[in-house]
């Protein structure tokens, strides 16, 4: 599979649209390209995390003991930010967030990453948060998107700069449809949507989209079906929500699976201690895109996703827990040293 999710086959040579500059190329979508000044920029929310590590969730009425609380910086769109920028690439943040305290620790937070907060505008609203409660290595979230909700059209047009000279653009949607559509239309590099948390989508962001990353749950909700039981099920949500797009499907500690208009391979999981799996889509998102800009293909590039995210959710916390490429890189020399001895 190519690197570029819609392969050689489908990528028409560079067109001039009437009117355009001299030397002006528009691509596949019709999209006018602008000159590339950033790896990455990253659409999405910013939240206040506050988390809490349970034995089991409470049933309704009742009141359970927790660890103590973690707070720390969030949201998907942050997270997939810092992911980003922890592995190695320029990347900016096109959000929103309260004129508050937490709103400034935040901003503050994103751009120690190195994350451009240029971008990261303050709102008359206050700064989303989200209550994180852990339990059995999985998350369930309680979000108030606050300042989130305010995160519209106009606010991403003021950052068209940052969106169009970016080689990829990376979207969530815990910010309206109006800000996700705004990207897409500004975008002139590779567009990757990860559709979570899942609701129907405008069918102009899909077709818009070059690269889909939602889980089973999500495509489901994309496809207006149950969730698929097999791999085969699967392919077949993917094919009928964007029968010409390219999907990646990921499956928690079962991995993922790739589908493309030509065909589909699956991608098995890292083994991983489960402790915190509130960031693992974001890792896996943003490790994808990490890859394609490195030129892997498709598969590889799931096969490093899966590699970022199982680091991702052996440790606790949400943007705390996003390894570093060296961390990664390392693990796997290990274990190919581990290998290699085994094979003695």
Sequence with gaps: MSAHPHGPAHEPAPRHGAGDPAGSVRDAHGRLQAPKTRDVTVVGSVNA????????LPPAG???????????PGGKGANQAVAAARLGRSTAMVAAVGDDADGRALRAALAAEGVDVAHVTAVDAPTGVAVVLVHGGESTIVLSPGANDHLDAARVRAAAEVVSG?????LQC??????????AGLCTGLLVLNPAPARPLPAELLRRTDLLVPNAGEL???????????VDGLVRQARAVRPDGTTIVT??????VVVT???AAEVPAEPADAVDATAAGDSFAAAVVDALLGGAGLVDAARWAVRVAAVTVARA?????????????????????????VAR
Excluded: F, K, N, Y
């Excluded at 815990?174 to 990207?183: K, S, Y």
């Excluded at 499956?251 to 993922?256: Q, T």
């Design 49 to 56: 995390d506050l988390a809490i590590a349970l034995t089991a």
């Design 62 to 72: 009742q009141t359970v003991r927790g660890a103590d609380a973690v707070r720390g």
């Design 166 to 170: 970016a080689r990829a653009v990376l």
């Design 174 to 183: 815990e910010v309206p449809d109006a800000a996700l559509l705004a990207a």
């Design 220 to 230: 489901a909700v994309l496809a207006g079906q149950d969730v698929a039981a097999d």
């Design 251 to 256: 499956r928690g500690a079962l991995g993922c």
């Design 261 to 263: 208009p030509a065909g």
């Design 317 to 341: 916390g949400a943007a705390a827990s996003l390894p570093r490429r060296q961390e990664i890189e390392q693990d796997q020399t290990e274990q190919d040293r581990d290998e290699r001895e």
